[in-house]
């Protein structure tokens, strides 16, 4: 009867694993490369908004069917900034989580929290030198599944918050806005 019973258990648990992995559809790795766009907006009152265009690329590494580690990396310039004739650049560099959801056979939302540093020139954000301050984004995207390890990110979304010194006004609020679309390749 205890044989029959072990036999029994080994069964049912070989079986549940068996289907849990078969319900694993999430690749290890995703990386993306592609444009962004930042509509930066220093924290000094009268001083207008600007954009910034540049690359952004990305990696996650999938611990489950939704969650993920993201590393994600971007560089932005302006040439001429508010028509001063001053250009600027500007990078970032943040990690965090990942959640997808992969319900849809092609299309696979997803939403982030990510925290790092960001880095600007002296024209960039009204900053005083060359100078690195915290970063952080929260916002979301969707990749289409083109073929099995090639996607599109049509777009991604984010608030975009920096804490740069601005001159004698000490460090504020820089609350920004970044849009990127590009390619991902899934392993």
Do not use: C
Not at 97 to 108: A, D, E, G, K
Request: net charge positive; proline share 3%; hydrophobic share 40%.
């Amino acid at each position: 009867m205890k044989s029959k019973l072990w036999v029994s258990l080994l069964a049912v648990l070989s079986l549940s694993a068996v289907s849990a992995y078969a319900q694993e559809t999430a690749p290890k790795v995703d990386v993306f490369a592609g444009y962004s766009y930042v509509q930066a907006n220093p924290g000094v009152t009268g001083v207008d908004s600007f954009h910034l265009h540049g690359g952004i690329a990305n990696v996650s590494y999938n611990i489950t069917n939704w969650l993920g580690g993201v590393a994600d990396f971007g560089g932005y310039t302006n040439g001429n900034i508010l028509s001063s004739g001053a250009s600027g650049t500007f990078s970032t560099y943040l990690f965090g989580p990942r959640v997808s959801y992969r319900h849809y056979r092609r299309i696979t939302p997803f939403g982030q929290v990510l925290f790092g540093a960001a880095h600007a020139n002296a024209a960039a954000f009204n900053t005083t030198g060359t100078q690195n301050a915290f970063a952080m984004t929260a916002g979301g995207g969707v990749d289409y599944k083109l073929y099995d390890h090639f996607s599109i990110r049509p777009f991604q979304t984010e608030y975009l918050l920096t804490r740069f010194r601005e001159g004698t006004l000490g460090t504020r609020n820089q609350n920004n806005f970044r849009v990127s679309t590009g390619f991902v390749v899934r392993f």
